[in-house]
């Protein structure tokens, strides 16, 4: 019961940034949006042709992304179609930038 009420201390923007930067938080991730990126396609195919991890691991990693929302999935046939989310992208850096921002990068620790 104790940590239900210090989970309700944070407010829902802390909540937000959490999850996106969890999303964020593999070399495979990002790996896979940086793909995706390049491409600046969408992909229908076998990302993990493209990355040093077997197929399953790849599509656990598409599944947390898509989860985060950071890339958009859809089923044509027996094919997932995969892009980048550029809405949800665009929040994403929206919500890097003003996180860091609000870091005083001029305090002295001594």
Do not use: W
Request: proline share 2%; charged share 30%.
């Amino acid at each position: 019961m104790a940590s239900n009420i210090k989970n309700k201390s944070f407010d829902k923007e802390l909540y937000t940034r959490a999850s996106l930067f969890k999303a964020l938080a593999h070399p495979a991730r990002l790996a896979i949006l940086e793909h995706l990126a390049e491409i600046k396609t969408c992909i229908t195919g076998d990302i993990a042709e493209e990355l040093p991890l077997s197929r399953t691991t790849v599509n656990q990693h598409l599944k947390e992304l898509k989860k985060a929302g950071l890339i958009r999935g859809t089923v044509e046939g027996v094919k997932t179609n995969y892009c980048l989310n550029q809405k949800a992208i665009n929040k994403l850096k929206l919500e890097v930038n003003e996180f860091l921002n609000k870091m005083d990068t001029n305090i002295k620790c001594e």
